[in-house]
């Protein structure tokens, strides 16, 4: 593969710092909507069970599963085309497919199946940014021929919305580093 010509470090890990810190926000968001379901299947006279289970569906088909298709795409496919890469993206994809699995039981389930699946939604989503964040877009800054501040930008299914590639973080990002 050859270099990528725009290369800009200080734009990678701008790009970085943004995509972290949005999945930092739908991690807390999605223990938030998992703790709320738990709280209501533990109270059953309350009747919110299926409000919770429905308003924590709902943020995964609308903000979770685009987050994850929208990464298959261009954060995806560049370190899917090398040989260091392709594995852990491989890997990846078929977490993708287990997440949408579980959002699609999640749909249907009730009380103690609800929560148990929400938990499993929740856990597997961790263990799955911690990937991104801890092997692979480290690994797209670190290759020349990669660029994850290309491969983010305007998609705010993976910086958040209204960001640019974590611009209004710069001066945050640059004081962390």
């Not at 990464?71 to 899917?80: A, D, K, R, V």
């Amino acid at each position: 593969m050859e270099q990528h010509p725009q290369k800009n470090l200080d734009a990678e890990r701008r790009a970085l710092h943004a995509v972290e810190h949005h999945h930092g926000e739908m991690l807390a968001e999605l223990r938030e909507r998992v703790a709320a379901l738990i709280r209501a299947v533990e109270e059953p006279a309350s009747g919110a069970g299926a409000d919770a289970r429905n308003a924590l569906a709902m943020w995964c088909e609308q903000e979770l599963v685009p987050h994850a298709l929208a990464e298959e795409g261009p954060l995806y496919s560049g370190p899917g085309n090398t040989v260091q890469g392709r594995l852990l993206v491989e890997g990846m994809l078929a977490e993708h497919q287990a997440i949408v699995g579980l959002v699609e039981r999640l749909r249907v389930a009730q009380g103690v199946q609800a929560a148990a699946t929400g938990t499993a939604i929740q856990e597997l989503f961790a263990v799955h940014l911690d990937k991104e964040n801890r092997l692979l877009m480290p690994f797209i800054v670190q290759s020349p021929e990669l660029s994850l501040a290309d491969s983010v930008e305007g998609l705010h299914e993976l910086v958040g919305h209204g960001r640019e590639h974590g611009h209004e973080h710069e001066h945050e990002a640059d004081r962390q580093l």
